[in-house]
Nanobody, 126 residues
Framework: QLQLVESGGGLVQPGGSLRLSCAASGFTLDYYTIVWFRQVPGKEREGVSCISRNGGSTNYADFVKGRFTISRDNAKSTVYLQMNNLKPEDTAIYYC???????????????????WGQGTQVTVSS
């Protein structure tokens, strides 16, 4: 059974940092593009960042550029999202999603993704 498990969420003060992890089980992450999405109640799930299967391509939503960094360790079947200078508006449930593309591709279109984790809550508040 293919599973993605997010971890690393929590409560942090504005300006603080968190590192989220997305770990795969039941399959190897090597061939999969991974995207981080986030969602707050009443709003659409939005793409935050993506990384292609080889790590050669990354992309970030404008609202996190310069603050978040995505990376992957295929040997550990894990993708990370380092989040710095967090703001209250970053509060959301963060999900990772995976899809196997034929190319080393990085896109943040939600409907393309086949496998999803259960999410991890990030709360930024003083």
């Amino acid at each position: 059974q293919l599973q993605l498990v997010e971890s690393g969420g929590g409560l942090v003060q504005p300006g603080g940092s968190l590192r989220l992890s997305c770990a795969a089980s039941g399959f190897t992450l090597d061939y999969y593009t991974i995207v981080w999405f986030r969602q707050v109640p009443g709003k659409e799930r939005e793409g935050v960042s993506c990384i292609s299967r080889n790590g050669g391509s990354t992309n970030y939503a404008d609202f996190v550029k310069g603050r978040f960094t995505i990376s992957r360790d295929n040997a550990k079947s894990t993708v990370y999202l380092q989040m710095n200078n967090l703001k209250p508006e970053d509060t959301a449930i963060y999900y990772c999603a995976a899809r196997r593309f034929d190319q080393d591709l990085c896109v943040m279109t939600r409907r393309l993704y086949d496998y999803w984790g259960q999410g991890t809550q990030v709360t930024v508040s003083s």
